[in-house]
């Protein structure tokens, strides 16, 4: 497509159950991040893929959240145990070259853990 | 430890005025630096960059300044549309990787 398409782009859960976000990046950009929005803060950032290399999964609030990629392509960010302070919109973005054109985001799925 | 810092959580401006949006960074390794626009309810969308072998990069009404002594860069808008009613967020990152670290952003409200 276009664009970055994240899916769904809301969804309540109950406090305790697992949830998957799902981004499906640019077709042929190498590079997909995974950032979150809580209310009122800034964008903070979770995990990046770049190519083949390992990710960088520095940002990841714990071990309850993880992240794959799979090809190369479509990523999706798991939540085990969902708590309320997960509570935030999550924003995936891709890029091809980041000097030349930043990144791309996607409209981000919004988390309600209630 | 907010390594990209904006300061003024909103900012009023009247159409047609220059709107100045300012960022801090305590990072000196940081190199790159970006502005992004963000409407509720959508992604962000890119908007303006600056390398840090400039100081100064223009794109239309769109004007990045970058001090690197102080650690702050700047954006300003000018002529000011309502149109441009938005959170607007700096971003910077290192040499050696693509992440780019996220100020709070700053909600400009321009006005008629």
């Known amino acids: 497509g276009a664009g970055v398409s994240q899916s769904p782009s809301n969804k309540v859960t109950e406090k305790g159950k697992d949830v998957e976000l799902r981004c499906d990046p640019i077709?042929?950009?190498?590079?997909l991040y995974w950032y979150r929005q809580s209310l009122g803060q800034g964008l903070e950032f979770l995990i990046y893929f770049q190519g083949n290399s390992a990710p960088d999964k520095s940002g990841l609030p714990s071990d309850r959240f993880s992240a794959e990629r799979t090809g190369g392509s479509v990523s999706t960010l798991t939540i085990q145990r969902t708590q309320q302070e997960d509570s935030a919109v999550y924003l995936c973005?891709?890029?091809?070259?980041?000097?030349?054109?930043?990144?791309?985001f996607g409209s981000g799925t919004r988390l309600t853990v209630v | 430890d907010q390594q990209v810092k904006q300061n003024s959580p909103s900012l009023s401006v009247q159409e047609g005025r220059i709107s100045i949006l300012n960022c801090d960074y305590t990072?000196?390794?940081?190199?790159?630096f970006l502005w992004y626009k963000k409407y509720p309810a959508e992604g962000p969308t890119f908007l303006i960059s600056i390398s840090s072998i400039k100081d100064k990069n223009e794109d239309g009404r769109f004007t990045v300044f970058l001090n690197k002594s102080a650690k702050h860069l700047s954006l300003h808008i000018v002529p000011s549309q309502p149109g441009d009613s938005a959170v607007y967020f700096c971003a910077a990152s290192t040499y050696n990787t693509d992440k780019l670290i996220f100020g709070t952003g700053t909600r400009l409200q321009v006005f008629p």
């Open positions: 990072n000196s390794m940081f190199d790159y």
């Open positions: 077709s042929g950009h190498t590079a």
């Open positions: 973005a891709s890029s091809l070259n980041r000097d030349r054109d930043g990144y791309t």
